[in-house]
């Protein structure tokens, strides 16, 4: 009886361990040209609005910036997205028509082009040592 009730409980914390290390974010570093920041803020909010009605919460990708007197010149501003798994990464992602539409437009502007001069991507995943 002893071996089984530690059986399970081996069993629930690993499966509790190996939960949490599939925590992971979506970061992107990018600058975006003072002119097309507030297109670019209203871009966000479009699709943000898009995942809050699929059931994502609210403000599903936040958005940070360095401040006017900070002396980098480049990536200037943060994007970051947070998921439980890789699978709530995708459902994030195929959120439904008008999503992909939000997005396909996106992908297709200057807006975009700005966007992805400079930027970097990075999925990260949490470490617990």
Do not use: C
């Amino acid at each position: 009886m002893k071996k089984t009730i530690l059986l399970f409980a081996s069993l629930f914390s690993m499966t509790f361990v190996l939960a949490q290390n599939q925590e992971r974010l979506s970061v992107h570093y990018f600058d975006i040209p003072e002119n097309l920041e507030t297109q670019f803020m209203e871009f966000n909010k479009q699709i943000n609005q898009e995942l809050e009605n699929a059931g994502f919460g609210k403000n599903f990708y936040k958005i940070y910036k360095v401040k006017k007197d900070d002396k980098a010149k480049m990536h200037r501003y943060f994007q970051i997205s947070s998921y439980t798994s890789d699978k709530h990464y995708e459902m994030t992602h195929d959120v439904g028509e008008d999503y992909n539409k939000i997005l396909d437009a996106f992908w297709d502007s200057d807006l975009a082009k700005a966007f992805n001069k400079n930027r970097i991507y990075r999925k990260v995943y949490r470490i617990e040592k």
